[in-house]
């Protein structure tokens, strides 16, 4: 059956559902890559409530199946950061990140005025991500070892991708 449903309306049945994506398995990446991750979840889920943090989910029937974790960027307002994005491995290939990535594309200019520009990172090894963002429309911003930076990883470089963030004609 196919019956797709993508949503970042914050509370209840969504915010159960991106805390189950967040765990570290489904998210589809070696956990060593990751080592904060179970306080970055716990942070990341209060903020998802608070509304700093948005979360856009793709629903294959009653089942979660994608998500995406976004926020404006503390650090620059004209920024819109993607922290987290995966996708059950039955899913894939369908389009499903692609169609969440523009719909948080669209809703970051609604959600976050002023936001020119939206980026995510991953580590320089992750060739799947990276091929992915560049069939979306991003390009490589940096390759660098960020320590002390909100794309802090383990110490190994990461390359942090970006694109213009254009708003439909509709808007
Ligand atoms: C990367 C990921 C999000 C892609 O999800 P998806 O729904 O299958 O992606 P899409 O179907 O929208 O892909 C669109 C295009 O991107 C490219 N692409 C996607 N995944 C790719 C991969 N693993 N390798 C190479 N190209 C890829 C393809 O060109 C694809 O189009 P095509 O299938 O028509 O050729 C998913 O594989 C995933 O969750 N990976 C593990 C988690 C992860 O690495 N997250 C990032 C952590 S920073």
Not at 68 to 91: C, F, G, K
Not at 119 to 145: P, Q, R
């Amino acid at each position: 059956m196919l019956d797709f449903r993508f949503t970042n309306t914050p509370g209840g049945r969504n915010q159960d559902a991106i805390a189950e994506l967040l765990i570290q398995p489904r998210l589809w990446i070696p956990s060593g890559d990751y080592p904060a991750h179970i306080d970055w979840r716990e942070k990341a889920l209060a903020q998802i409530v608070d509304e700093k943090k948005r979360a856009m989910i793709a629903y294959w029937g009653n089942e979660a199946v994608g998500g995406i974790v976004y926020q404006r960027d503390p650090a620059d307002p004209t920024r819109v950061e993607v922290r987290n994005l995966s996708i059950e491995r039955h899913a894939r290939g369908r389009h499903v990140a692609s169609f969440l990535l523009r719909q948080v594309e669209v809703e970051a200019c609604v959600d976050f005025p002023g936001a020119t520009t939206i980026v995510t990172d991953t580590k320089h090894t992750n060739t799947g991500l990276i091929l992915f963002a560049s069939e979306n429309g991003y390009y490589v911003e940096t390759v660098a070892k960020l320590d002390d930076s909100n794309f802090a990883h383990n110490g190994v470089p990461d390359v942090i991708l970006a694109k213009d963030l254009n708003p439909p004609a509709s808007f």
